[in-house]
């Protein structure tokens, strides 16, 4: 945490293009050995701190929702929620203005995976099978595809610079992307409900 937070505090003060792993670490109180333990890079731990926990917080928001709530729209519900939160408009614009943590932040949309696949799985009562797992993949696939276009630059760069506008209303994007998926959503279900009808 401290240094997910040192990263993101010294790319707003400096620019991420002038932070270096040393000097995270050094503003962490930690050596740059034990940074490469938890980040691979800069850019890593500056979008951890924009998306800290956030896998988490989408699996328990899955399992919270009532079980008379279709898992389409529990899912949908909770992505929305974890996705479209305010968020702080210097880190937006952060993100938005440096290619290499565009990058970083869709890479983040796989990390939602694991523990998705088990609230999935909680929620149909499949253990041992792969209908979970590629359930919650195809879920991070459509989050990622939704976040590329609305992080997308434009085919002609604006005269301001590397500045990527963000285009596109991000929930509409996320609930068109996430609506492709209903139908296997609605299958699984069913095929749960017949099982434990047996």
């Given at each position: 945490m401290a240094l997910r937070e040192a990263a993101l505090r010294l790319a707003l003060q400096r620019g991420p293009d002038n932070v270096r792993v040393d000097d995270i670490a050094e503003a962490a109180g930690v050596s740059p050995r034990t940074y490469n333990n938890y980040f691979s890079s800069r850019e890593q731990a500056i979008v951890a701190a924009v998306t800290a926990e956030r896998e988490s917080r989408v699996a328990a928001a899955v399992t919270a929702?009532?079980?008379?709530?279709?898992?389409?729209?529990?899912?949908?519900?909770?992505?929305?929620?974890?996705?479209?939160e305010p968020r702080d408009r210097d880190v937006l614009l952060l993100i938005?203005?440096?290619?290499t943590l565009r990058d970083a932040y869709l890479d983040t949309a796989t990390m939602v995976e694991h523990p998705l696949a088990a609230a999935i799985d909680q929620r149909l009562g499949e253990s041992g099978t792969p209908t979970a797992r590629v359930l919650a993949a195809s879920v991070a696939?459509?989050?990622?595809?939704?976040?590329?276009?609305?992080?997308?630059?434009?085919?002609?760069?604006?005269?301001?610079?590397?500045?990527?506008?963000?285009?596109g209303s991000l929930p509409d994007l996320l609930r068109s992307a996430l609506a492709v998926l209903t139908p296997a959503f609605d299958a699984a279900e069913e095929q749960a409900q017949q099982r434990s009808q047996r």
């Amino acid at each position: 945490m401290a240094l997910r937070e040192a990263a993101l505090r010294l790319a707003l003060q400096r620019g991420p293009d002038n932070v270096r792993v040393d000097d995270i670490a050094e503003a962490a109180g930690v050596s740059p050995r034990t940074y490469n333990n938890y980040f691979s890079s800069r850019e890593q731990a500056i979008v951890a701190a924009v998306t800290a926990e956030r896998e988490s917080r989408v699996a328990a928001a899955v399992t919270a929702r009532p079980a008379h709530v279709r898992l389409a729209d529990a899912l949908t519900e909770a992505i929305l929620e974890q996705y479209t939160e305010p968020r702080d408009r210097d880190v937006l614009l952060l993100i938005t203005t440096s290619p290499t943590l565009r990058d970083a932040y869709l890479d983040t949309a796989t990390m939602v995976e694991h523990p998705l696949a088990a609230a999935i799985d909680q929620r149909l009562g499949e253990s041992g099978t792969p209908t979970a797992r590629v359930l919650a993949a195809s879920v991070a696939a459509a989050v990622r595809v939704a976040l590329q276009q609305w992080l997308q630059p434009p085919a002609v760069p604006p005269a301001t610079g590397r500045l990527v506008v963000p285009s596109g209303s991000l929930p509409d994007l996320l609930r068109s992307a996430l609506a492709v998926l209903t139908p296997a959503f609605d299958a699984a279900e069913e095929q749960a409900q017949q099982r434990s009808q047996r």
